[in-house]
């Protein structure tokens, strides 16, 4: 599968300017469950600014409503 970097890094939400990542949302994806955690996308733009991926804060952001 061919990686469609430069369209997924216009929808990517990531604040963390020195991350290899970003548009790669295969490698993203799998450091972040790898460290138990979500990749910015999954988060609305003042929550992804907190860097705070955790499972727990993202069940908080869905129980406020905000996700």
């Known amino acids: ?6 369209v997924n890094i216009e929808n990517c939400n990531c604040s963390y ?6 548009g790669i949302c295969c490698d993203c994806l ?11 996308c999954c988060f609305p733009n ?3 600014k907190t860097f705070d991926r ?3 804060h993202f069940a908080r ?3 406020e ?3």
């Open 17 to 22: 300017e020195p991350c290899s990542r970003k």
């Open 65 to 67: 409503n905000w996700v």
């Open 30 to 40: 799998r450091y972040h469950l790898k460290n138990r955690q979500l990749p910015g």
């Open 61 to 63: 952001l869905v129980q």
């Open 1 to 6: 599968m061919e990686c469609k970097q430069t």
């Open 46 to 48: 003042d929550a992804e």
């Open 54 to 56: 955790s499972f727990t």
